[in-house]
T-cell receptor, first 112, second 115 residues
């Protein structure tokens, strides 16, 4: 079955550093991947979508890469700030109904 | 743009009672809405896909008689948890897609506690 994995449950970094989160997928070749941010007790917020023919996508301090050979997407936050602390989820459309399938997320903590 | 609201944000109910959760798309029309459940430290699990004017499509293992979904208009879907049990306590989140925008837009979630 299709699987999406975010290997790190938690990531702690110092303010100002670049945070790099990893998303791997198996048994599927999604046409695009999505990244969401979720704060405690809140619904996810859409951040970025990257298509399979795009190697890299940027939005302000965020950068996403998509390597279809490695079946992996990397999510980078440069010049990280404490306000970036949240859980970040990757997702793709798959499943029998073509629904959004989420990874478990990586909880990022940025220390001042 | 693409704002989704949910009501209530928190609800506590007694075992055996029913609870209704509303999901609204505020600034766009959503022919399809999605209902998810999320347990602590777990990923979002899709429960059902709600289609305006027709029956919802439920994921395997989700009891359609227990989780009643109604999508009566292009901006409103409701989820009713019938005869709630403590194991139904969870965080319920709805979402919708806005045609022409990437991604999916989520409501703020409803924390259900069944005592």
């Amino acid at each position: 079955s299709q699987k999406i994995e975010q290997n790190s449950e938690a990531l702690n970094i110092q303010e100002g550093k670049t945070a790099t989160l990893t998303c791997n997928y198996t048994n599927y070749s999604p046409a695009y991947l999505q990244w969401y941010r979720q704060d405690p007790g809140r619904g996810p917020v859409f951040l970025l979508l990257i298509r399979e023919n795009e190697k890299e996508k940027r939005k302000e301090r965020l950068k996403v890469t998509f390597d279809t050979t490695l079946k992996q997407s990397l999510f980078h936050i440069t010049a990280s700030q404490p306000a970036d602390s949240a859980t970040y989820l990757c997702a793709f459309y798959g499943g029998s109904q073509g629904n959004l399938i989420f990874g478990k997320g990586t909880k990022l903590s940025v220390k001042p | 743009g693409a704002v989704v609201s949910q009501h209530p944000s928190r609800v506590i109910c007694k075992s055996g009672t029913s609870v209704k959760i509303e999901c609204r798309s505020l600034d766009f029309q959503a022919t399809t809405m999605f209902w998810y459940r999320q347990f602590p430290k777990q990923s979002l699990m899709l429960m059902a896909t709600s289609n305006e004017g027709s029956k919802a499509t439920y994921e395997q293992g989700v009891e359609k008689d227990k989780f009643l979904i109604n999508h009566a208009s292009l901006t409103l879907s409701t989820l009713t948890v019938t005869s709630a049990h403590p194991e139904d306590s969870s965080f319920y989140i709805c979402s919708a897609r806005d045609v022409g925008r990437p991604g999916q837009y989520f409501g703020p979630g409803t924390r259900l506690t069944v005592t």
